[in-house]
């Protein structure tokens, strides 16, 4: 929840212009809704592709102030967030929640980017595993080969959200290792060598190149540093 309209408008202009295709991978943004349509048609001829912060887990219906996949969908979203550790913790959302809304985004058609992770007190009282892994099963639960083709997982300590603190690449190395055989257990061992796994929380210019040679972290979700096009171009090309 952040930028005024002409600054998002400047920062779209900066990525439109900077952004190249075939050359600095796969970059999306998730502006707030009342900029998606104006952004997404910016974008349109970009290598930047434009997706929901959440959606609604219904298609329809009188539920004021909510946003549809399908509402998405027709504005030139390709996809949406579900599970960010903001609407887990904040508007608490279940994981029965973000399961329905994962359902949502693909029954309109869109890819959804899974967000897991766990809090301060969890990590310390060494769940982390535990509850990463429940927060999978139940987002993935019968979902079929096909459908994983969507799906991208994000893993955010929520500890590391806006605190300043990140997970050292070590830290962050050894959950999306498990996060990856768990989806080789649930799925196919094909599957999870295919699903892309980001790693979010406090990532900058910094630390993004030493998170992204990790093996298995696939790109970054980026938070406060994605309001400013120097340091947020500066992390897309990290890999460049």
């Known amino acids: 929840m952040n930028l005024s309209w002409p600054e998002a408008q400047e920062l779209g ?3 439109r212009n900077k952004v190249r295709t075939n050359v600095d991978g796969q970059v999306s943004i998730c502006p707030p809704y009342p900029y998606l349509a104006p952004l997404a048609r910016l974008l349109e001829e970009s290598a930047v592709e434009v997706g929901g912060q959440d959606v609604d887990s219904e298609d329809s219906g009188a539920r004021t102030g909510a946003v549809s996949g399908g509402i998405l969908k027709s504005i030139g979203c390709t996809f949406t967030l579900v599970g960010h550790s903001e609407r887990r913790h904040i508007f608490q959302d279940t994981n029965e929640v973000v399961a329905a809304k994962l ?34 099963n139940v987002a993935l639960e019968g979902l079929t080969a096909q459908q994983m083709d969507r799906i991208r997982i994000a893993y955010e300590p929520v500890w590391a959200i806006g605190t300043g603190l990140v997970a050292t690449p070590s830290q962050a190395q050894e ?66």
């Not at 869109?110 to 766990?118: A, H, P, R, T, Y």
């Not at 979010?200 to 040679?213: F, I, R, T, W, Y």
């Not at 990790?214 to 540093?225: E, F, M």
């Open 13 to 15: 202009r900066d990525l």
């Open 103 to 136: 359902q949502a985004g693909l029954r309109n058609d869109l890819d959804v980017i899974l967000c897991v992770g766990e809090t301060q007190n969890e990590r310390e009282s060494n769940r982390t595993f535990e509850v990463v892994l429940h927060q999978l």
């Open 175 to 240: 959950v999306h290792a498990r996060i990856r055989g768990h989806l080789a257990e649930l799925f196919s061992p094909t599957i999870a060598e295919q699903t892309q796994i980001q790693y979010g929380g406090s990532v900058k210019p910094a630390n993004s190149a030493e998170l992204m040679s990790q093996p298995d972290i696939d790109g970054v979700l980026v938070g406060g540093a994605s309001l400013h096009s120097d340091s947020f171009i500066s992390i897309i090309r990290t890999r460049s």
